[in-house]
């Protein structure tokens, strides 16, 4: 037994040993080498429907332009703003005016010509001018862009970073990532929205569609420019003030915001005004005839025009109420899932 014992221990040792040699004779496993470290990019603004990505210029490193081409009386202008303050004028000349400072070099680019003046009708504010050409987009950017257009210019403007402020052209479609819109004297029809900003809207008339995903929206002295034209505000985060608007359609959509109406319904008319979370206020003639569809959750629903209530229906969810106003002519919906329902009339 010992005799085995030992050759066991012998054999083990035995082993070891040449475990013990061949790490020696093994070399160590080389180690990889590590990529070198690389700065971390900005991450970029969100992307501009419709045009692609490029960086503004700098602020103070730009150029400063100034441009003019005669055109004819009811021209489209389509421009892309990166970046800067944008203001549009309508004015009497035929005649379209550009002013970029501290920019990219700006300039125009004829899409179509009237077949029988040969003037432009159709025109693009570009970057990518016959002076300098440049590859990327055509979006320009500036500390302030300026332009001053025809009353009957039809403009369409997407923007990355812009105030944009419009005044006196026939109809406009707007759209920023960030920033406000103030739009005036537009007679022909508005669709406007900013994803960070307020929009406003005063003095204008046709179809008119305003969102905000985080801003106010205001309306003041607002009207069809034909039947049927449906006027639409929605807000995510914000406050919806509407005053004078005389569409016979209106929706207006907060989820987290109070909706206060002062104006008139009128007869026929179909009124819609929600939100998820906050107060809608109404100011309206006692003299009105409309039907008031309330619902709403946690609040209360109170009024000191002469209602006559119809139905009023209580639940776990909350309450629904039918009054009318008059001879109830006008469909007036109010909903809000928690806040309180106010009409008081006009003094």
Known sequence: MNNRIAKIVQLTLSLCLAAGIAAAQTPPPVKEA????????????????????????????????????????????????????????????????LFVKDGTKAGFKVLEKDGDSGKPVWVLVTSRTTER????????????????????????VTGRSTQTTVDSVRK?????????????????????????????VENSRGAISLQSTTGNII??????????????????????????????????????????????????GLYTFKTSNGAIRMLIPDSSSCTFKAAY?????????????????VSSGGKNVVATLGGGEATVNLTTASGSIGIRKQQ
Request: charged content about 20%.
């Open 297 to 313: 959750g946690f609040g209360v629903f109170n009024y000191d025009v002469p209602l006559k209530i119809i139905s009023e229906i």
């Open 34 to 97: 590590k990529p070198p470290k690389t700065k971390s990019m900005p991450k970029p603004m969100p992307r501009i429907l419709g045009a692609p990505e490029a960086p503004p210029v700098p602020a103070g490193e730009g150029e400063t332009t100034e441009k003019s081409i005669t055109v004819g009386p009811e021209v489209s202008i389509k421009m892309c703003v990166l970046q800067g303050r944008l203001k549009v004028n309508g004015w009497d000349r035929n005649e379209i005016r």
């Open 172 to 200: 406009i479609w707007v759209k920023n990532v960030e920033g406000n819109i103030g739009l005036r004297n537009i007679p022909e029809g508005i669709t406007a929205e900013t994803y960070q900003g307020d929009v406003s």
């Open 219 to 268: 309306a003041y002295e607002v009207n069809p420019g034909q039947i049927g034209d449906l006027f639409r505000a929605k807000t995510n985060s914000g406050t919806i003030s509407l005053q004078r608007v005389d569409h016979r359609q209106i929706e207006a959509n907060s989820i987290t915001g109070s909706v206060l109406f002062n104006g008139k319904f009128l007869s026929g």
């Open 133 to 156: 050409p440049v590859a990327g987009p055509d979006c320009i950017s500036g500390e302030t862009i300026e332009m001053d257009v025809p009353v009957k210019t039809s403009l369409t």
